[in-house]
């Protein structure tokens, strides 16, 4: 076969890849299931009916704090990952992988909505903003700060010689007040105990169902327009 095709060949079965990769990626997905997904008020949410609503995220009980950034949230992701070289080729091994969540309100237009993501069974789906990121290398030593979250971790910053090793952190947050969406199954809950600021004896809840599980995040590009920061 001729070279020049083989070239050819070779770049559109790489592309069609990174296509692939892309399009079906979490991201995009998400994206593209909640453009299909009418946006509501609360007060508009109807029972049993798949509804999204985006609000200021709003804590339930005592929020979690950040790994490492210690903000006040309802939700964070985190990983840590060293760089490990294996002959010619290099690759990221996943050291620490975390995720913890809580339920929480999303406030919109002065209504709450109720949300509650479980781990198990895991109910939901999810992307959030990797907002804070740390790494460390040979000509960069990790910050006090860095080094101390390595530690609670039980990762060692150094090699056995004392070489930095290739590390690398990201964290992503659903921080307090944070404008964010969520879609899901509308039900309408009865209160057995009222909420501050909150005049009603029910409240709507987005949930899962059989088939169809909760999505949670905070991408500005499935927010409506005059709530994008």
């Known amino acids: 076969m001729n070279p ?87 690759h990221w091994k996943t050291l620490v992988e975390e995720e913890k969540s809580q339920e929480f309100f999303v406030e919109t237009n002065s209504d709450f909505v109720i949300v509650k993501p479980t781990d198990v069974p895991l109910n939901y789906i999810t992307y959030l903003v990797k907002d804070k990121k740390q790494s460390s290398g040979t000509f960069n030593d990790p910050t006090p700060k860095f080094e101390a979250l390595l530690r609670r971790y ?34 309408w809950r009865s209160l057995s105990e009222p909420l501050p600021d909150y005049p009603y004896s029910k409240i709507a809840e987005l949930t899962d169902d059989v088939n169809t599980k909760l999505i949670i995040t905070d991408l500005p590009e499935v927010l409506p327009q005059n709530r994008r920061r």
Do not use: D
């Open 4 to 90: 020049a095709i083989i070239i050819v060949l070779a770049i559109i079965v790489i592309g069609t890849i990174i296509f692939l990769a892309y399009y079906f990626g979490r991201k995009q997905v998400i994206i593209r299931t909640l453009s299909k997904i009418q946006s509501k008020p609360a007060s508009g949410l109807r029972t049993n009916e798949l509804s999204k609503v985006s609000g200021k995220a709003l804590h339930v009980k005592e929020p979690l704090l950040a790994p490492y950034s210690q903000r006040k949230c309802v939700f964070y992701q985190i990983k840590i990952e060293q760089k490990v070289n294996s002959g010619k080729s290099s």
């Open 154 to 187: 039980n990762i060692e910053s150094q090699t056995f010689f004392g070489f930095n090793k290739q590390l690398r952190y990201r964290e992503g947050i659903i921080e307090i007040g944070e404008q964010i969406t969520v879609a899901g199954i509308a039900k």
